[in-house]
Nanobody, 128 residues
Framework: EVQLVESGGGLVQAGGSLRLSCAAS????????IGWFRQAPGKEREGVSC????????YYADSVKGRRTISSDNGKNTVYLQMNSLKPEDTGVYYC?????WGFGYGIWYRDLEYDYWGQGTQVTVSS
């Protein structure tokens, strides 16, 4: 059974940092793509970042470039999202998602329909 478990969310002041974790199990980690998505209150889910585990290629939304770093620890089957310089507009529920890398549309990594499995989400709240 595929499982994705997010952790690391919380309340932080603007300008602060958080590191989110996505612990994966139930599939061959190296063969997958892992993405991070954010859903703000009343808005649609949007792609934040993505990593191809096999070769470490990363993708970022323009709005977060320079403020986010996605990485993986293949020994722990875990993907991290380091979030720096947080802003109130970064508030939302953060989800990690996964799918096999074969046939993946890297050019549309930010589309949630591209992913097969989802975690339960972790809340991030940034106060001004």
């Amino acid at each position: 059974e595929v499982q994705l478990v997010e952790s690391g969310g919380g309340l932080v002041q603007a300008g602060g940092s958080l590191r989110l974790s996505c612990a994966a199990s139930g599939f061959t980690f190296d063969d997958y793509v892992i993405g991070w998505f954010r859903q703000a209150p009343g808005k649609e889910r949007e792609g934040v970042s993505c990593i191809s585990i096999s070769d470490g290629t990363t993708y970022y939304a323009d709005s977060v470039k320079g403020r986010r770093t996605i990485s993986s620890d293949n020994g722990k089957n875990t993907v991290y999202l380091q979030m720096n310089s947080l802003k109130p507009e970064d508030t939302g529920v953060y989800y990690c998602a996964a799918r096999p890398n074969w046939g993946f549309g890297y050019g549309i990594w930010y589309r949630d329909l591209e992913y097969d499995y989802w975690g339960q989400g972790t809340q991030v709240t940034v106060s001004s």
